[in-house]
């Protein structure tokens, strides 16, 4: 049973937390549930890559346990930033956090596309395309000193959230 939730679960989970990710952009969110999630996602990865680490020696797991890997002080930088959210040099670790992961999957999701055949070789070879547009959209908002509410890095965050979302729920139904 433990075995088919680590494979099922992370179609939940990518959706449920770019959602978050937004409802927290429009402040529909504060910082301490944000916080509360960044240390539930840094126990999550952890144990997640542990669990899997065997399963995930090989071919498109293994670029998908490098992702895991690389994105553990990505978010941890994020849960770092949090708890100090009223010092102002936390919130570049935050951003480090969101665009970290806006970007960690689209290699992933591209490579898995080059190694697949068929239908899912295009749906992660779009899913990779949107999720990159999203994350350059985002970033350039971000750069730009866009205000979190403000249309580009939702829709940026939107479309990093969509081919994140279509990469894994593809993952989970086909394999």
Same mark, same amino acid.
């Given at each position: 049973?433990? #075995? #088919?939730?680590?494979?099922?679960?992370?179609?939940?989970?990518?959706? =449920?937390?770019?959602?978050?990710?937004?409802?927290?952009?429009?402040?529909?969110?504060?910082?301490?549930?944000?916080?509360?999630?960044?240390?539930?996602?840094?126990?999550?990865?952890?144990?997640? &890559?542990?669990?899997?680490?065997?399963?995930?020696?090989?071919?498109? =797991? #293994?670029?998908?346990? /490098?992702? $895991?890997?690389?994105? $553990?002080? +990505?978010? !941890?930088?994020?849960? @770092?930033? /949090? =708890?100090?959210?009223?010092?102002?040099?936390?919130?570049?670790? +935050?951003?480090?956090? @969101?665009?970290?992961?806006? !970007? =960690?999957?689209?290699?992933? !999701?591209?490579?898995?596309?080059?190694?697949?055949?068929?239908?899912?070789?295009?749906?992660?070879? +779009?899913?990779?395309? @949107?999720?990159?547009?999203?994350?350059? &959209?985002?970033? *350039?908002?971000?750069? *730009?000193?866009?205000?979190?509410?403000?249309?580009?890095?939702?829709?940026?965050?939107? /479309?990093?959230?969509?081919?994140?979302?279509?990469? $894994? &729920?593809?993952?989970?139904? #086909?394999?």
């Amino acid at each position: 049973m433990f #075995r #088919r939730v680590r494979e099922t679960a992370p179609g939940g989970l990518v959706p =449920l937390a770019w959602g978050f990710a937004i409802a927290a952009h429009l402040g529909f969110v504060g910082d301490r549930p944000v916080l509360i999630a960044h240390l539930v996602m840094d126990a999550l990865l952890v144990l997640f &890559v542990a669990l899997s680490w065997r399963d995930m020696r090989a071919g498109v =797991l #293994r670029a998908w346990r /490098l992702v $895991i890997l690389a994105g $553990i002080p +990505v978010t !941890l930088a994020g849960t @770092v930033g /949090l =708890l100090r959210a009223a010092a102002p040099e936390s919130a570049p670790l +935050v951003a480090v956090s @969101v665009v970290g992961w806006t !970007l =960690l999957p689209v290699p992933a !999701l591209w490579y898995t596309g080059r190694e697949s055949n068929g239908p899912a070789r295009t749906v992660n070879y +779009v899913a990779a395309a @949107v999720s990159l547009v999203g994350a350059l &959209v985002y970033l *350039a908002a971000l750069v *730009a000193g866009a205000v979190p509410t403000s249309p580009p890095r939702l829709v940026g965050l939107a /479309l990093v959230g969509l081919g994140q979302t279509v990469g $894994i &729920v593809d993952a989970v139904v #086909r394999y």
